[in-house]
């Protein structure tokens, strides 16, 4: 045997010894095996599944590893479902894992109603063992039951009280000449694919300790704060006498949606003390009809208002403000008004005065947060009484009374990259304090009382 083929043996022999070494297992009790501590998650309503998770498990070492097993400890009767590396089951055994290889562990938990009106914790845990060992991964989840309604039509006057929440499916619809009231701390979850829509009235009694909750039902983590996760509150023509009193209306596609007239003296929609926040498309919408809004917050919208085919309105003590951030970019002004139809043929009169309102925009490429547009020969009335707003070109359409225009109502707190918003005017130098005007309006949105001149906006300096 010559010197080359001694050494391509002896590299092959190397090979194989290295071969055999990849193959055997590490059986000490101090291998090396990472691992998460716990899975946990929010708020799961009975009878309604939870999101996936999932966690891994790493081989962390230098040889092949055997996990004796991964269990579920609750088995079959356990709320909770495990699926390892896409085998659905409660028990894997002799599950071997190369050198700094994962096991892919998905979790989910379905909770049976039970009797308490409170959040309950609901528990199990998954089992690891290997070379003598055994590790535990926690389950938790806290369970809620709740009064599930699903494709559910309002027929007779009905009061919704706050024993427990509301989760709805398929929508709700109160028909015309009926009455839904929703007494104060209820908390309504929509499901993406249910509106609530009114023909008939809304009353909604919120208290400044015990707001009303519109929001989608989708809790867990990465899910609870998506704008358009449910459709939003429909008023439609037929609807009328509405009132919506400290209620919180986030994360819908359209938050209110007012559609025709009133039909009586009054507005078809007051809105008192409300915060709607974190909507995809538009805040308010109303066409042709009539909104009063007092102390209400409308903030980072696709499009906080929009008031088109004429109407009247009125909003005191509003702010109405927009950043963009990482959910919604702010590519649309604040206000949009109008007193045509969506296809500029037919004009109607118009109504609306901002008093005592702020009006900004910001962290966008919009530069006139109130647009308004004019077609025809109808009544246009759109009045900024004592109101700051930010416009590069003031609409000849607006008619401004000590107004203040492109100042920064410098908020409290805006930070965009942590979606943290607050809208109070708490710096001395804003030119919001003490440039309202007296109204019969005596609180904030936070209940304070106004003194003095009144600042702009819902809330009073702090």
Not at 26 to 52: C, E, M, N, P, Q
Not at 433 to 449: C, E, F, M, N, V
């Amino acid at each position: 045997m010559n010197r080359f083929s001694a050494f391509i043996l002896l590299l092959l022999m190397l090979a194989g010894i290295s071969s055999c070494r990849k193959q055997t297992f590490i059986t000490s009790a101090d291998a090396k095996l990472l691992l998460a501590d716990s899975v946990r998650f929010d708020t799961v309503f009975s009878t309604v599944g939870s999101v996936t998770q999932y966690f891994t498990i790493v081989n962390n070492n230098l040889q092949k590893l055997r996990l004796s097993s991964v269990k579920l400890m609750g088995g079959n009767t356990s709320p909770y479902r495990i699926n390892i590396n896409g085998i659905a089951t409660t028990e894997i055994t002799n599950l071997e894992m190369e050198a700094g290889d994962s096991v892919y562990v998905f979790v989910s938990v379905t909770v049976d109603p039970g009797s308490d009106n409170q959040p309950f914790l609901v528990k199990d845990s998954i089992q690891v063992n290997y070379n003598g060992n055994q590790r535990y991964i926690q389950l938790e989840a806290y369970g809620q039951n709740a009064h599930f309604l699903k494709n559910h039509i309002i027929n007779a006057d009905m009061t919704w009280n706050n024993d427990l929440p509301y989760v709805v499916s398929g929508g709700i619809l109160v028909e015309e000449g009926v009455t839904l009231t929703i007494e104060k701390g209820c908390r309504i979850y929509m499901h993406a694919n249910a509106p609530l829509i009114i023909d008939g009235t809304l009353i909604v009694n919120g208290t400044k300790t015990d707001s009303v909750t519109f929001q989608g039902d989708r809790l867990d983590k990465g899910y609870r704060d998506l704008p358009a996760s449910w459709p939003g509150l429909i008023f439609r023509t037929g609807s009328h006498s509405n009132t919506i009193t400290y209620a919180i209306i986030k994360n819908a596609y359209q938050s209110v949606v007012c559609a025709g007239p009133s039909g009586n003296a009054l507005p078809k929609l007051q809105l008192n003390e409300c915060i709607i926040d974190n909507i995809y498309d538009i805040g308010i919408w109303a066409k042709a009809s009539s909104i009063s809004a007092v102390n209400c917050l409308v903030s980072n919208c696709g499009l906080n208002i929009l008031l088109e085919q004429g109407g009247a309105y009125d909003f005191t003590h509003c702010t109405i403000a927009s950043y963009g951030n990482t959910f919604i970019e702010h590519k649309r002004p604040v206000v949009s008004v109008s007193n045509t139809d969506e296809q500029q043929q037919n004009s109607h009169a118009l109504n609306v005065l901002f008093r005592n309102c702020i009006i900004w925009g910001d962290a966008g490429n919009v530069e006139d947060e109130l647009q308004a547009s004019r077609t025809g020969s109808e009544p246009f009335d759109l009045l900024l009484d004592h109101s700051l707003f930010k416009a590069k070109s003031i609409s000849p359409e607006i008619t401004m009374l000590n107004s203040i225009v492109n100042q920064d109502p410098a908020f409290d707190s805006i930070h965009t990259g942590r979606r943290y918003f607050d809208f109070h005017i708490g710096q001395k130098a804003s030119p919001a304090i003490g440039a309202g005007t007296a109204t019969s309006i005596t609180t904030d949105l936070d209940g304070r009382l106004r003194e003095g001149i009144p600042d702009q906006g819902c809330y009073m300096r702090r």
